[in-house]
């Protein structure tokens, strides 16, 4: 009974984070094809992943661009199957995260 209480505090404590990273991308200067695509990524993360995102936009909102081109490049990269592009991006993104604090 216990379990399932704390599975259902989860559940909607992970809906609550992913309306308020919604609500981040709405009110964000994106544009339309871009809030999709985050929304398409909010509905598959969990809540440690979300409240990641929600903390590293809401330190500097400029990393929702940073992290909004990288997201696109990434799409486009593993679309290509090239590996040493892919391979690339890693490292590329490795960089990224140590630049944002990580």
């Known amino acids: ?31 339309e094809e871009d809030k999709k695509l985050w929304f398409q990524l909010i509905h598959q993360l969990n809540l440690e992943q979300v409240d990641i995102f929600i903390d590293l936009i809401q330190n500097s909102p400029d990393n929702l661009n940073k992290l909004t081109a990288n997201l696109k490049e990434k799409i486009k990269i593993i679309a290509s199957g090239n590996q040493e592009s892919i391979q690339s991006l890693l490292n590329e993104e490795e960089k990224m995260i140590e630049s944002l604090g990580g």
């Open 1 to 31: 009974m216990a379990e399932t209480q704390t599975n259902v505090q989860t559940f909607t404590e992970t809906i609550a984070q992913k309306r308020k990273l919604e609500k981040i991308i709405i009110s964000s200067l994106l544009d």
